[in-house]
Each structure stands twice: as structure tokens, then as C-alpha cells.
């Protein structure tokens, strides 16, 4: 049953949202800039992110990356999947079959026509189909599913991915 | 020809207008010398002006402003200071501050009024009054009362012809406020000498240690106070030049008087998304706080572990740290730092005498710059130092002394 909530193993720091923000927009700012920042002692800090990580608050620092910029052709697809829910279960076991899947990059549980909406990622339109069609759509209990190609990233995970604007501002100004 | 205005000939230079000439030279550098915020205007507010000018709405207002911005600006007022302002007459909507701060003088100066101005302070302030035909009283705060003007120091330049007090907390160059004690005390000298009081609150928003107390809300302030607010700082609207002031009817229908002759009205297109900003515009506001507020502290720290020696600052997006154990002038130690590190900052005496010594450093950019320029700030420093003679508190650390 690991999709049931795990008990939280230490108290959940309070007065350390902040620091959380901070990591947010950039997991590469040091614990002693962020106890600056907040006023509090790096070890506080340290300690509360320390507890976040252990409380999976913070669930994993990571990069945005641009492969296509990068030279690297990826595909993915966003596939809407209806499942029947059953008893006791709901939605959460089809769920759970689906994210263990290493080429599932998300899965949410979503209002509206479909029921869960999973992020595919592949090297191929054909890799990509075929797992869909193979893994996702034979699934018991998955009734349909609706898959829908990424064209193109404009924003990601609240990243734009165009080069930010230049600081038109004067350099001296009053 | 004939010779220009006395007036204008009489007003100095612009201190900053040198070091801008000075940098302008220059490539690649970290600029600390900008008086506005690096954010861009709140997406959602240049998409509410895009919509205004895609259906025309790119008129005239009425000379005191759209009024569905001033009934906005009313409420504003009394929601988030307890102030209370008739949108009909006694709020006009202006260009910027700096057009609220002229209207200000120019309506209740007549030639040869003194203005009491503390410094350091905003560079228009003392000019504007000079424009206005007034005569400008320098008061000078100083770092030992964390660059607080004092009433005793206010009331000792106080002369028959003084007609107002120009204040501005917080306060551009040093990022100090006004406490509530001070403001009491001020006003107090206001009420003794029944002097009009000119506050520029325009950094309002941007106080970080203590809750801000608008002028006009101290006991029988209102009557005599001209209020100076905007959105350029807080909202990150400088380039729309929007900003109001509201006073008591009679002071301020001779503003509009002068402002219907001399500007008509505030950029319409700015005056709506003002609308937008003001109504919709808080949680990006806060954010955008908590952002200065986090460099303001990352920033500061670095300043004194460098070895220039800087209270944290109150509110705005200014440091003013000492450079005075370089044995430098304000001056020297900018243009030098300029030079060699290409790091630019402001010299203190830009906004006054009394800014002697210190320099304002503006931390309204990226974190990568701002660690970037302590980076060379150090350097600089190290080597200054050595030249000089004495070391860094950062060079004893090294050597474990």
C-alpha cells in the first residue's frame, strides 16, 4: 500500500516556509545565504531543511533543462486515461501501476472527462505510442485513452523557456 | 541673446548626472546605482493596459484623473492606512511624484517661503523648491541617529519665512524611516509653527522592520499635510508615470489649478492600469517585499563582512554603508571602485553634504549581481585597504587573528 499516506517521521518545521520559497525558485542557495536572508542561524536552517526532507515536504531538488536546446530530441505526450475506480481504492492502485513506469514523468488525478492525466516521455513518437498503447491503454480498468503530442514548451514548471527580457533600466538613476 | 532664468541657472548640477555620464562610458558592469525596481511591471497589469488600448480608452481623463482610479486610490487609502480622502476633491492623480511633489510646492509657496528640506534626500527635492520660487532649508540627519531627522534640528532652522516641511520615509538615499516618536515630534513643530507638512510616501510599501505610519494619520495632521504617494516603487510602474497626492480641498484645488493649466492629465493608459494595480495588484506586492527584504539582508551582511560598515536599513531599496575607513571621499571611493572593479554605485553627497562618506548602493537586482558585486566590493577593499595601511575584518579572519 505505499500510495496510502506515510506517517511523518519528525515535526514539521514551523517559521521556515520561507526558506521552502527560497529553495522553490533555486535549490542551489546555501543554507547559510538562506538563514541570512530569513534571520535565523545557519544551523536552524539547516536543521528545519534537514526535517523537511525527512518529512517529505521538500520531495527532491532538481534542474529545469531545455533538451531541445540542448541538441537532444526527446518526445513527450500528455495522455488523458478514464479507469473505472473500485471500491476502496478509488483511482489510487491504476495510479500507482502507471508512475512506476520510469517513462512516466508525472500523473495526476484530475476533474472532468478523463481521470488521470500522465506525462510520457520517449525518444520516438513510435516509442511513445507503443507504450501507450501496450503498458497504459491494457491496463485493467483503464477504459480509454486520449494522447496528445507536445509541440512545444513555453513555460515549465513556472520556467519560461524563451531567453529573459534585458534590464532596460538606465544604469544611474535617481 | 538675452540671459536664461535666474532660477534655473542658480540650481546646481545634478550630482547624479556626472556619475551617470561616468558609466555610461563603461561596459560590462554591476550597476548598484539604479533608483527603481528590477522587477517589470505585474503581468496582469500590462495586460489590463494592453486591453485599454486595444478598445481606444486612449482619451483625455478628467484634469484630477480617471475617476474610477481616484475612487480606488480612496479606498486604498483608508483600507490599508486608515486615511480618509474624498475621491471628488481631495485626490488628483498626477505624472509620477515628482509632478505631485511641483504641484505641491507650487500651490502654497509664494517667492522667498523657505522650505525646510532634511538630507540626505531625493536630488528633485531642493531644485523643486528653488523652481517653485521657495528658498530650500537644509537640515541635516545624520548616521548617528541612523539618518533620522531630529525635531530639535528641524525646529532650529525654522525662520519667519518658513512655510513647510518636505519629508520622505522611507527614505531614498539611506533607506532609514520615520518612527512613530519622530513623526509626533515633527508634527508637533508642524502644529507649533503652523507649517504645512509635504510627505513623500512614495516607498511606503517597502518597510521592513516596522509598520509604516502615513502622515496624515497623526493627531490633526490632515489639515495641513500634503500626501505623496505613487505606484512606480511598489507596484514596479516607474516608466507609466503615475503617482497621486491628497490634501484637504483648498490645497488641492489649487493643485489642479496649476495641473489643468500645465500637464491636463496623468497618461491615461498608465491611469488604467493603475486601476488594475491597485485593485488586484497585493499578492504580487508581497511578494516582491519578501524579495527586496530577503537581498536587503543577504546584501547588507555582505556589506559589513567587507568591511563597510552598514545598519540594516529600514525600508526602500538602498544601503548607505560608510566607506570612511578607506580614508576615501563619497567621491573618490565611487569613482574608484567604479573604475577599477566596475561595480557602480551613488556618492552620498549626491543627496547632500551630510551624505559625506557613504554611498548608496541599490540592491534592487538579480542576487547573481548583487553577489557578484560584494565579490569585487572585497577585492577592492583588500586592496584599498593595503594601500592604506590597515586591514580588513575579512583579512584578520584569514589569518585567524
Known sequence: MS??????????????????????????????????????SEEEVRAAIAQFEAAGVIRSYKTVVDWERAGDERVMAFVDVKVSPARGVGFDDVAERIYRFPEVRSVHLVSGDYDLRVAVEGRSIREVAFFVSDKLASLERVLATATHFLLKRYKEDGVPFVDPESDSRLDVTP | MKALSRVVADVPPSGIRRFFDLVSRRKDIISLGVGEPDFATPWHVRDAAIHMIIHGRTTY????????????????????????????NEIIVTVGVSEALDLALRAILNPGDEVIVPEPSYVSYKPCVAFAGGTPVTVASRAEHGFRVTPEAIEAAIT????AILISYPTNPTGATLTRPYLEAIADVARRHDLYVIS?????????????????????????????????????????R???????????????????????????????????????????????VADYRRRRNLFVDGLNRIGLECPLPDGAFYAFPSVRATGLSSEQFAEKLLNEEGVATVP???????????????????????????DRMERFMIRTNRVCGCRSPVERSMTNE
Open chain 1, 3 to 40: 500510495y496510502s499516506q506515510s506517517p511523518i517521521p519528525g515535526p514539521i518545521p514551523a517559521g521556515f516556509h520561507e526558506a521552502l520559497s527560497i529553495l522553490e525558485q533555486d535549490s542551489r542557495v546555501s543554507p547559510a545565504e538562506i538563514a541570512v536572508m530569513i534571520g535565523k
Open chain 2, 61 to 88: 481623463s478628467d484634469n484630477r484623473g480617471l475617476p474610477a482610479l481616484r475612487e480606488a486610490i480612496a479606498e486604498h487609502l483608508f483600507g490599508r492606512c486608515g486615511l480618509t480622502y474624498d475621491p471628488t
Open chain 2, 160 to 163: 519667519p519665512r518658513t512655510k
Open chain 2, 200 to 240: 513623500d510616501e512614495i516607498y511606503d510599501r517597502l518597510s521592513y522592520e516596522v509598520d509604516h505610519t502615513p502622515f496624515p494619520k497623526l493627531p490633526g495632521m490632515r489639515d495641513r499635510t500634503l500626501y505623496l504617494n505613487g505606484f512606480s516603487k511598489a507596484y514596479a510602474m516607474t516608466g507609466w
Open chain 2, 242 to 288: 503615475v503617482a497621486y497626492a491628497a490634501a484637504p480641498p483648498e490645497i488641492l484645488d489649487a493643485m489642479v489649478k496649476i495641473h489643468q493649466y500645465t500637464m491636463l492629465c496623468a497618461p491615461v493608459v498608465g491611469q488604467h492600469a493603475a486601476i488594475e494595480a491597485i485593485r488586484n495588484g497585493e499578492p504580487q506586492v508581497d511578494l516582491m
Open chain 2, 348 to 374: 552620498g553627497t549626491a543627496f547632500g553634504e551630510c551624505g559625506e562618506g557613504f554611498v548608496r548602493c541599490s540592491y534592487a537586482t538579480s542576487l547573481e549581481k548583487l553577489r557578484e558585486a560584494l
